[in-house]
């Protein structure tokens, strides 16, 4: 299966992330006051980000069809290999708020972050990112993980996304679990490049950090 085949079996992610938009576009007219988030403010960007590899699929595939998303992943691709060196080195066991603690005190930026501390793949980005609103003091994001700050419930994201990417993971054959993004990444270059195959191989290989998903 090429390019063209796993792109068009996105239909699920794509809908969920336009269900997402519609949700959000709802529920944020009455908060909009309470939101400090604007561009160029990427303090969440150097947070721990969960996603499935089907929704890594479908977050890369524009970067996958332009010139200059081909130069781009020429010239990151080192640095995604060091992110998921960094995630090796940690213990499989940890609880998922040990892990954000250990990336967001090693200062990782998100590898989609770029100079201007703007999302480059910001119209496919992931539903948890879409999602993130931050209710309050915005200068609490510049602290620790363990700042307590309240943000935008998203429980019902998370409920519609893991549907929509266990319909596409039954179709490609490959485990529906949440990854740190770096691992998910990686797995969905492998795919596009290789194959489903290969993609399944990689799973059977990989000693994954498995994020347990939050209820
Ligand atoms: S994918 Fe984009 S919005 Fe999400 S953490 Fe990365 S840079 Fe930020």
Redesign the pocket.
């Known amino acids: 299966m090429g390019f063209g085949r796993i792109n068009s079996s996105l239909g699920p992610i794509r809908e969920v992330h336009q269900q997402v938009d519609l949700w959000l576009s709802k529920i944020l007219e009455n908060l909009r006051e309470r939101i400090p988030c604007k561009e160029g403010c990427?303090y969440?960007?150097n947070q721990l980000?969960t996603l499935s590899v089907p929704e890594a699929l479908y977050v890369v595939s524009d970067i996958l069809k332009s010139n200059r998303g081909k130069i781009w992943i020429n010239s990151n691709f080192h640095r995604l290999l060091r992110q998921i060196e960094f995630i090796r080195s940690l213990p499989t066991d940890l609880k998922l708020e040990d892990y954000q603690r250990k990336w967001y005190e090693a200062a990782i930026p998100?590898i989609?972050?770029n100079h201007f501390k703007r999302?480059i793949?910001?119209a496919k980005?992931?539903a948890v990112?879409r999602s993130y609103f931050v209710l309050g003091d915005a200068n609490l994001c510049a602290g620790s993980v363990d700042t307590k700050i309240e943000h935008l419930q998203t429980a019902p994201v998370i409920a519609l996304l893991a549907q929509s990417s266990q319909r596409v993971a039954d179709e490609f054959r490959v485990p529906n679990m949440l990854l740190p993004l770096p691992v998910a990444v990686h797995m969905a270059f492998i795919a596009y490049k290789d194959g489903l195959g290969e993609l399944r191989n990689a799973f059977r290989r990989a000693r994954l950090v498995k994020i347990p998903v939050k209820e």
């Open positions: 990427a969440c960007c980000v998100c989609f972050l999302c793949v910001y980005r992931p990112c």
